[in-house]
């Protein structure tokens, strides 16, 4: 296994769609098993596979108390949304350091292959609805500071750049 740079906001290959796995063979699983590693490690609760800067729908997630029950969506698909809807104080490892509120809609049904490419289907709500959401808006290219004012937007910009430029100068 191997931990994966994670692509930060603003950069542009967050807005890349990702393409459907075709088949669910070792190369995916060994993307899989790194994904995972690397949400762990940093730690997050959810990670796309666009923002390691692999363009496929892959999508694991952990929303358990001791991070100990994985989730893995490959090609997820959202099959229902309730029109109820919730807001939600969100984060992202693309863009650390970073919360606010996104309203999403409070309940979901998505249907995904799993690790051995067999499909399933799941009802989610809580953090588990709002992260799969953020997740698979992920995967459309879309990170969660879009739903956000274009005034906070370009701040959260700002603040990046600055935070990559002082990354750098401390190489
Ligand atoms: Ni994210």
Redesign the pocket.
Same mark, same amino acid.
């Given at each position: 296994m191997a931990l994966l740079p994670v692509l930060c906001y603003p950069d542009p290959r967050l807005h890349q769609v990702a393409k459907p796995v075709e088949a669910v063979d070792e190369r995916i699983k060994k993307i899989v098993a790194d994904m995972a590693e690397t949400m762990y490690e940093a730690p997050g609760v959810?990670?796309?596979a666009t923002?390691v800067n692999i363009h496929e729908r892959i999508v694991v997630i952990d929303v358990s108390e001791n991070q100990n029950e994985l989730m893995v969506f490959i090609n997820p698909e959202l099959v229902w949304a309730s029109a109820e809807k919730k807001f939600w104080r969100e984060g992202?490892?693309? *863009?650390p350091e970073f919360y606010d509120e996104v309203e999403r809609p409070d309940q979901i049904r998505v249907k995904a292959l799993d690790i051995n490419g067999r499909e399933f289907e799941i009802e989610a709500d809580g953090l588990l609805s709002v992260c799969l959401q953020?997740?698979m808006d992920?995967l459309q290219g879309k *990170?969660?500071v879009e739903y956000l004012s274009l005034l906070k937007r370009n701040r959260i910009s700002l603040k990046m750049k600055k935070r990559l430029k002082e990354l750098v100068g401390q190489r």
């Open positions: 959810g990670l796309a923002q992202c490892l693309s *863009v953020h997740e992920h *990170v969660f």
